[in-house]
């Protein structure tokens, strides 16, 4: 009987310990993906030289550093 309750402790404390390692991997994983979502949002394109540059300023229109024409920001 004893030997039975131990190893429902076990059990009980094995799936306890893999859930807190489960959320905390989901947890950490949601912030990367925001984080590259954030990242995407300052992730611009130029279709004229093919250049791919960042602009943190949130306009709908940036000017490209390499050829100095204007993209607008193409929704995805
Ligand atoms: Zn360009």
Redesign the pocket.
């Known amino acids: 009987m004893i030997n039975l309750d131990f190893t429902f402790a076990v059990a009980g404390y094995s799936v306890i310990f893999l859930s807190i390692i489960f959320i905390l991997w989901l947890t950490g994983k949601k912030l990367k993906d925001k984080d590259l979502l954030l990242d995407d949002k300052f992730l611009w394109y130029?279709w004229?030289?093919?250049?791919t540059y960042i602009s943190t300023k949130e306009e709908p229109i940036s000017r490209?550093p390499?050829?100095?024409?204007y993209?607008k920001k193409t929704l995805t």
Not at 48 to 51: G, L, M, N, R, S
Not at 66 to 69: E, L, V, W
């Open positions: 130029c004229v030289c093919t250049y490209c390499r050829c100095g024409s993209n």
